[in-house]
């Protein structure tokens, strides 16, 4: 049995004519099935990795909503910190308010808000930002980054799970009681 | 007598049931064929050359092996939560008996690995040892540079104290600025909106498991290459007529004198200097000056006077360079010979001259005088800050290398020396001042 299939093999060519109407061999039907399937659980082992490292990224440490405060505590023109949810509470002279993201976008270092220079200031790179969060001068590539802000019973409540990026300040971002 | 049961545990675990005598040269038999695995039985005598290696592959190696005995030591001990991350670094270094000493050598042994790996390559690319089949180990040594890179990078944010969170979080805002997969890379590394928990256990996961397996993958193809590549390479006129010595003793009695040496100026130098620990992280306020991690400063600094985008332009022509370099410098004949010739002596020379003049002379007139944006308000400042600085950089390389060419009559390769020579003088200088001589605001200081 076994003598015969080797002889089998031998009096064969490698590469035989295919018959008629033919296109795939058996070996290259299992050659490129097992190629694909092979492909196949590669891709499905890197998606698997993909979603199983994905979902870490939603529970941060930061992301809630926050409870800023009745809306009566902030005066007109005030700016606010709140350390732990990583933003400044501005209300506008107009009475809208508007939370901005504590850190500098150019390469995230703190920023702080001198009132004195009615600034914010990074001390990383020495760049200043207005009341808005506009940027003064390069290297910053754009202005602070803001949170959304809603406004339920007469209380502020800021979400922090979410960025906001800005061109520039525009009267849209800001909310009103 | 006493020793008997000893004996014949040895004998059983080595399969050697004969007698007495032949039992030592037995256990010889088996390390020799060991040795014989990575090195050949003969070597030139050329290849022993202290100066012609400085052992610097072997004193990364044996720093390699440090780390990873004194890493998987730490592993037993660090917890890698952000609640627990820095006090049990401050356990280590107050409680643990024998903690701080094993936890100085990992750190010592890191931060001098990436400067002996940094070494290792100039030498590499001095004496052309590149060239003549040596062009995929030149690769796989730019693949270690980049792992051991990575190592120190991922190991930085472990101790989680106020420089290790800061340094990964300006590192990754500045990965951010790479076009198109900046943004991808950064926000998978930190696993979140900022450095917290995602970004702890990722650079955990990657410093504990997955660099280990690579670079251990890696350094064994390296090894395993060189001695396939025919050993390491030594100039064309000895070879064939070279001299040659057995491998035992002669060269492996050199590599352990190297390691024991090594492992006792890590071992000395830990006791006497502990692993520096600030104080713990604070994600509301950054420390003034934030500088990434030091090895990633030059980096820094280059920003400093250029749009980002310029910088990585720059960054990805010089690793491009060096990726192409076995097929940019053909000339083999001068395998070997360190600089090439005198031309090409003198054009290194030249090249560190020039940069360690001009870079800092450019560092401070950019500070002082030179603001492109103001000088060009009528350009975007990707063209002025961007375009200028990187058309000025790159009209300036050529010069160093056209320089050589005309006045030592260098050939291209020895040119290419001059030209290496100054971009690595450049990232050693830019690297310094960014360490030494930036203070707060960035803002250019004296250190004494
Ligand atoms: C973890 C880092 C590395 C280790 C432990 C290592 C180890 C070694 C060792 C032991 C040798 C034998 C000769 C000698 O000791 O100089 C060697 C040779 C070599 N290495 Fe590395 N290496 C590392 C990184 C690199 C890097 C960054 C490069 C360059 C991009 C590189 C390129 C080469 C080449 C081309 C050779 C052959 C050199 C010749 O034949 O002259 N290696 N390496
Ligand atoms: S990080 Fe704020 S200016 Fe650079």
Known sequence: MCENHRQDRLDKPLHTELPEGHTLSRRDFMKV?????????VLELGGVSLMFLQSRSQEGEFGDTITAGPVDNFPAGSVTEFTDGRFFLLRAPDGGFLALHNRCPHLGCTVTWEPHLDRFLCPCHASTFDFYGNFDNPPVPRPLDAFSVRIQDGVVLVDTFELRRRENFAPEQLTYA | MRSLPLRSWKERLLYTPQAEPETRSRIRAVTDSLILHVHPAKVPVSALRFTYTWALGGIS????LLLLVTGVLLMFRYEPTIERAYTSIQQLETQVVFGSLVRAIHHWSANLLVLTTFLHLLRVFLTGGYKKGRAVNWLIGIGLMLLVLLFNFTGYLLPWDQLAYWAITVSTSLISYVPVIGPTISRVALAGPEVGQGALSNFYALHVAVLPVMTTAALGYHFWRVRKDGGISRPEREEGRAERVTTMPHLVRRELAVAAAVIAAIVIWGMLQPAPLAELANPTRSPNPAKAA???????????HMDTL???????????G???LPRWDRHEENIGIYFRSPAGRRSALLG????????PLLVFADEAWIDLPAMFPAWPTL????????????????AVYAIPRKVFKANHSEALVGLFSFLMASLVVLTIIGNIFRGPNMALVLPF
């Open chain 1, 33 to 41: 099935g097992i190629g694909a399937l092979g492909a196949l659980a």
């Open chain 2, 61 to 64: 190696a044996t720093l390699a």
């Open chain 2, 294 to 304: 030091w090895f990633f400063v030059g980096l820094q600094e280059l920003l400093l």
């Open chain 2, 310 to 320: 310029a910088a990585m332009a720059l960054i990805v022509l010089v690793l491009g």
């Open chain 2, 322 to 324: 060096m990726v192409i």
């Open chain 2, 352 to 359: 560190a001259l020039l940069s360690i003049d001009l870079v």
């Open chain 2, 383 to 398: 063209v002025s800050n961007g375009l200028i600085p990187l058309a000025g950089a790159l009209i300036g390389l050529a």
